[in-house]
């Protein structure tokens, strides 16, 4: 793993949350975009070298939507950037850890991601990331 690539949080209300933000960071969302086939709307802040990801459910029957129905609005991952996402699967598979998909999928700014089951990482979910490569 190479460094924390960003920190996810689910809100209920990208808008109302993003105006949040850009008052606590001092500066609006670098990038917003859909990722239709997760079901999310997501608004990208950086905080100095950091990045912090909200996510706002687009459907109720979403993973977003079924979280924030669970648990309410706060942290919902923590994302971790690595130069082979396939070979970090194949690692972490080795160590025993679930991988959720085990096929990484297009996640949001223009990643390639898999998820760790957070059963086995002491309750926080887990995403890996890799930059997608150009189309």
Avoid: W
Avoid at 7 to 17: E, P, R, T, W
Avoid at 18 to 43: H, I, N, Q, W
């Amino acid at each position: 793993m190479l460094k924390i690539e960003h920190i996810g949080i689910a809100v209920k209300d990208l808008q109302q949350s993003c105006d949040v933000f850009e008052k606590l960071l001092g500066a609006p969302a670098y990038k917003m975009e859909e990722v239709a086939s997760e079901g999310v709307r997501t608004a990208f802040f950086k905080a100095g070298p950091n990045k912090i990801e909200l996510l706002e459910a687009t459907s109720p029957d979403s993973p977003i939507a079924k979280y924030l129905e669970k648990r309410g609005e706060g942290m919902h991952h923590i994302a971790f950037d690595v130069a082979d996402i396939h070979a970090e699967i194949a690692r972490l598979l080795d160590e025993g850890f679930v991988v959720l998909n085990q096929t990484p999928k297009k996640g949001a700014d223009n990643k390639l991601v898999a998820f760790l089951h957070p059963k086995g990482t002491n309750g926080v979910l887990v995403e890996l990331c890799q930059e997608a490569p150009e189309e």
